[in-house]
């Protein structure tokens, strides 16, 4: 969880794109996120990956949903059990940097880019998590770029 939210906080810095909201996606991961018990919770996260039911959903997505809401602005999935991912970590951005917070507003991470073009990454208690360099900045800013081109190009 904590990589994965370093990332989409490097990745904010760079991107905002139009892929659309995987809400079927979602839905399997709140179904499957919604147990009490850990032990459940991996035992349906097993299933869902052996039977590929988050493949499946993620296909579907891509392919029909997240197509026809690209297209009519509208995803004709909506998202169930009560709060969706998006309120879960909220990603904002700030004069400095990016900063992640969760539905509360308590800080979770914060990245800060420094004068020479680097990202440094917070956690909440302002303890450093990780630096990207500017050339790594500089290198995945130009994937991004180049794997955005080929989206809107292709639209």
Same mark, same amino acid.
């Given at each position: 969880m904590k990589k994965t939210i370093v990332c989409l906080m490097v990745i904010g810095f760079f991107v905002s794109g139009c892929t659309g909201s995987f809400? !079927?996606?979602?839905n399997i991961y709140k179904i499957h996120r919604s147990q009490e018990n +850990?032990?459940?919770d991996e035992v349906i996260f097993l299933a869902f990956a052996i039977i590929p039911v988050y493949g499946l959903g993620m296909l579907g997505?891509?392919?029909i949903f997240n197509t026809v809401e690209f297209w009519t602005g509208e995803n004709p999935i909506t998202? *169930? &059990?009560n709060d969706s991912?998006?309120?879960d970590v909220i990603i904002e951005r700030s004069a400095r940097g990016v900063i992640a917070k969760d539905k509360f507003g308590a800080v979770l991470y914060t *990245? &800060?880019?420094d004068t020479e073009g680097g990202v440094s990454v917070y956690d909440g208690n302002k303890m450093p998590v990780q630096y990207f360099s500017p050339? +790594? !900045?500089k290198s995945e800013r130009s994937r991004l770029s180049i794997n955005l081109d080929r989206v809107h190009h292709t639209r």
């Open positions: 809400n !079927v996606t979602r +850990k032990w459940v997505d891509a392919v998202v *169930s &059990i991912p998006d309120q *990245s &800060i880019k050339e +790594k !900045v």
